[in-house]
């Protein structure tokens, strides 16, 4: 049997079809991927153009869980705000209630025990670790893994029941008071974190497993959503969003506070910047977050959970209010007029998981704060999304806000 | 035995169940309660945690969770109602297939929660008719999955062709 | 480092602005005519690259200056924060200079302050409520909007047409349970601030 073989010339099929586009005048399709989305961020509106499938400009709305934070803690004394702490960055609440307690400490000059610091630092990471593994488990999640999500979960309800344990609420702690925390950590509590510590990093490696390598995984997250180190800079990233892009700030090394400077750890920086890095800078910070607790556990000092001689701020333990006439005193002042943080100004930032969680607070002496402003790391991150997305597929966009990891719950206030 | 249940004995019935409409629409319809999760704040996260293994809300049939309000039958309001987000709870409220059912999870949906300031609605049920409320700040998933279960009851006792468009309402013979 | 040394300096170089105090970090009073000034050197030449916050607050109703912007910078040379006080120009319609051109990160920061305080800034690209929706008239982080809120109309005319709902004040009922703290203890005990009563019932004389 004899074949012919005869060449044919079409020519680039692609060409024609771009070239035909280009002829053709394509409007742009106003797209809103409305408050109310699959993401699973919370309530943030993207009104984006469109043009085909390439966006063009984006611009988010916010708001939508604006929920009056800064005029109720004008209303309220300094340790009923602890609550509204919580709900701030509701993925780490204790962070949350560490940042603020010690923000309003400094105004007052309180200096705390070691115990107390140490407890402190505890609950931050173990705060840190349940916010990066909820959510890489989301972001796994958007990119169309639902798997790790499952595994992440089923940890962090491991960390929720010793949260429960440590404070009486899985989340929404309200954990710790001006001048100390709520109750001391209860006997045996630290084997259990010990015994917790132990089995995540099996646990880690099988989402990384999954992930970390999966190719379809590093086809839709590598390049996308580049964020450079003067961008990052200019538009206000703080947290690993910031170190993904390359800039070494970190304020656990940087400006050290409630004892970070005594703990050995490293803080892992990114190349590129996009939103493979910010997924990778997460996964090591949870081990290095393990790493800390367990420096943590191991040189644990022994005293008071409060500071004991900030008498008109932190209430004296229950046994010794019942008993004696003096504290009985100390703790309804302490109760009705709230803690006398004297007269003064401060602004304190902590190494919140999502970034750098800022308070800001005037006080012109007494129990309530004249003016209190949180700086939300998520605020500051979501403001490059302007800059950032047009230029990118539509489809990347669940990836870029998988992998901002903000929360509207704290960027709303 | 109650006249809405349906109980089926092979050997005496054979292979034909006979009962009546409302019970086995009923039926259907509680065992296979599609939620929307409108999680907004705080309780959308025990919302997802109630739908993580530890608390299988899968066993209740209720894993399928759409964002797509087309295709789901109840809104399950999970954090604080803004009034700047009330016109988007309302409107996906209003694009929900009949039977349609909400839970208001936690303090903020019941009562507007702690957030007694100006920008936070008091209350989703002043734009949605709540059919269960559930408290707790965030509720525990056993309390979410407790109130999905009253829900199932609800539905239950309701009769099946309330809600459809342009029918009167039959009263059952109790 | 910032010590008597660098804070001499940079006063000696921008005479509008005056040191206030060095408590938790240099903090410096200066001109709104010169902020911008002031923070171009900052950032160039003094590496506080990083704009970490900028707010504002409000000193009264019956102050001089009625608003103040507040910016805090971060330079990761130093590792320390600088905050800058600076008063707005006017009582009732506050404006201020506007710092996205050199920090961009200014930008929702500033839209943040217009719409709690109502403070305009000048030459800003999209100055429009960022919080609260486009059309709400009050500023509520002012001192004499009350923590319930005001009567309003929801945002949405057909959603509020059916639901007959409205932007209601809050029902505080009498609280939150404030103690003024001055006075003898019997009269400072916790007041019910009143913002708004209940939502049914008026506020008993």
């Known amino acids: 049997m004899s074949t012919k073989t005869v060449e044919l010339n079409i020519g680039d099929v692609g060409a024609k079809g771009a070239d035909a586009s280009a002829k053709v005048d394509s409007e742009k399709m106003a797209l809103n991927v409305g408050p109310s989305h699959p993401t699973t961020h919370g309530v943030l509106r993207l009104m984006m153009d469109l043009d085909g499938d390439l966006i063009t400009s984006c611009e988010p709305v916010l708001g939508y869980l604006h929920r009056g934070d800064e005029k109720i803690a004008e209303n309220m004394t300094y340790n009923q705000f602890v609550p509204y702490t919580d709900r701030l960055d509701y993925l780490s609440p204790l962070a949350n209630n560490v940042a603020y307690a010690i923000a309003v400490e400094k105004i007052a000059g309180i200096d705390l025990p070691e115990r107390c610091e140490a407890i402190r630092v505890l609950v931050c990471e173990m705060a840190r670790v349940s916010s990066h593994l909820l959510g890489m488990g989301v972001f796994g999640m958007d990119a169309g893994a639902w798997t790790p999500f499952m595994y992440t979960f089923t940890e962090r309800e491991k960390l929720y029941t010793l949260f429960e344990e440590l404070t009486g609420a899985r989340f929404t702690t309200s954990y710790t008071r001006i001048g100390g925390v709520a109750r001391d950590i ?179 002496g007494g129990g309530v704060p004249y003016r209190l402003k949180i700086r939300a790391p998520s605020f500051c991150n979501l403001s490059i999304l302007e800059h950032m997305v047009p230029g990118h597929m539509l489809s990347d966009i669940t990836v870029i806000l998988g992998s901002l990891d903000f929360v509207m719950g704290e960027c709303d206030r | 035995m109650t006249a809405n249940e349906i109980a089926y004995n092979g050997k005496v019935e054979g292979d034909v169940i006979v009962t009546k409409a409302d019970a086995v629409i009923n039926w259907i319809r509680k065992h296979s309660v599609w939620p929307m999760p409108m999680g907004l704040a705080c309780c959308a996260i025990e919302l997802m945690a109630a739908a993580a293994s530890r608390y299988d809300i899968s066993r209740f049939g209720m894993e399928v969770m759409r964002f797509s309000p087309r295709q789901s039958d109840c809104m399950i309001v999970a954090g604080t109602v803004t009034y700047k987000m009330a016109e988007v709870v309302r409107r996906i409220y209003d694009q929900m297939g009949d039977p349609k059912w909400v839970v208001a999870m936690g303090a903020c949906a019941s009562t507007g929660g702690m957030y007694r300031s100006y920008a936070v609605m008091q209350g989703v049920d002043t734009i949605v008719p709540v059919d269960v409320y559930v408290s707790g700040c965030p509720p525990r998933p056993e309390a979410l999955l407790d109130a999905m279960i009253k829900l199932q009851d609800k539905i239950g006792d309701e009769s099946s062709v309330k809600n459809l468009k342009g029918s009167k309402e039959i009263e059952l013979a109790s | 480092m910032i010590d008597q040394v660098f804070t001499d300096a940079l006063l000696d170089r921008f005479d509008s602005s005056s040191f206030r105090h060095h408590e938790d970090c240099l903090t410096l009073d200066c001109n709104p005519s010169s902020i911008k000034d002031l923070l171009t050197h900052l950032r160039d030449e003094e590496t506080f690259d990083l704009l970490v916050d900028l707010t504002a607050i409000d000193h009264g109703t019956n102050t001089e200056n009625r608003f103040s912007v507040v910016i805090h910078l971060y330079s990761r040379i130093h590792r320390d924060y600088l905050r800058i006080h600076s008063p707005c120009s006017d009582n009732d319609s506050p404006e201020f200079p506007s710092l996205s051109e050199l920090f961009p990160a200014a930008n929702w920061h500033e839209r943040e302050a217009f719409d709690m305080f109502g403070i305009t800034f000048t030459e800003h690209p999209n100055l429009k409520r960022i919080l609260m929706w486009d059309s709400y008239p009050h500023f509520p982080l002012r001192k004499d909007f009350p923590l319930a809120g005001i009567e309003t109309p929801l945002p949405a005319d057909d959603v509020a047409e059916v639901t007959q709902a409205n932007v209601d004040p809050a029902p505080m009922m009498g609280g939150p349970f404030v103690s003024s703290g001055d006075g003898m203890m019997s009269e400072s005990e916790p007041r019910a601030k009143d913002e708004s009563w209940t939502e049914q019932a008026e506020k008993p004389k």
């Not at chain 1, 209860?186 to 990384?208: S, Y």
């Not at chain 1, 493979?276 to 191991?298: G, N, P, T």
């Not at chain 1, 333990?317 to 006398?340: A, R």
């Open chain 1, 186 to 364: 209860p006997d045996g509590w630290l084997d259990r974190v010990t015994h917790f510590c132990d089995n995540l990093p099996k646990a880690i490696d099988e989402v990384e497993k999954l992930v970390t390598r999966n190719r379809i995984f590093i086809d839709r997250t590598e390049g996308i959503g580049e964020v450079s180190k003067e961008d990052a800079i200019a538009f206000g990233f703080t947290g690993p969003n910031l170190r993904a892009s390359g800039v070494d700030l970190d304020l656990r090394k940087d400006k050290p506070y409630s004892g970070y400077e005594k703990y050995d750890f490293d803080v892992p920086i990114g190349t590129r910047g996009d939103c493979y890095d910010r997924y990778l800078v997460r996964i090591e910070e949870v081990r290095q977050s393990l790493r800390i607790i367990k420096q943590v556990i191991a040189n644990f000092p022994d005293g008071l959970w409060y500071a004991e001689d900030a008498r008109k701020i932190f209430a004296p333990p229950k046994d010794k209010i019942l008993s004696s006439m003096e504290e009985l005193i100390q703790n309804f002042m302490i109760v009705t007029e709230g803690p006398q943080i004297p007269e003064g100004e401060v602004y304190f930032e902590a190494e919140n998981p999502k970034g750098a969680l800022g308070f800001y607070v005037v006080s012109k």
